[in-house]
Nanobody, 123 residues
């Protein structure tokens, strides 16, 4: 059974940093893309970042470019999201996703999802 478990969320102030982690189990994801999405209250889930190990570099939503960095450790089946210069508008539940062939910002491409971790940024 595939499981994705996120951690690292919390309450921070604007300008602070957080590092999210997502550990996958149940299969290897080394040949597949891993991604982060987020969902703010009352809004649709939106793409944040995605990465595939060998073929293409990471891709990011415009709203997080230059502030967030996605990386992965295939040996540990883990993907990270380093979030710097956080803003109140980054407040959301952050979800880890995997299973896509290509690192695209398309929610339906990813069959595996974690339960989410809350990130709250106060002004």
């Amino acid at each position: 059974q595939v499981q994705l478990v996120e951690s690292g969320g919390g309450l921070v102030q604007a300008g602070d940093s957080l590092r999210l982690s997502c550990v996958a189990s149940g299969r290897t994801f080394s040949g597949l893309s891993m991604a982060w999405f987020r969902q703010a209250p009352g809004q649709e889930r939106e793409f944040v970042a995605a990465v595939k190990w060998t073929i293409a570099g990471p891709i990011y939503a415009d709203s997080v470019k230059g502030r967030f960095t996605i990386s992965r450790d295939n040996a540990k089946n883990t993907v990270f999201l380093q979030m710097n210069s956080l803003k109140p508008e980054d407040t959301a539940v952050y979800y880890c996703a995997s299973g896509a062939v290509a690192p695209r910002p398309v929610l339906l491409d990813y069959p595996y999802w974690g339960q989410g971790t809350q990130v709250t940024v106060s002004s």
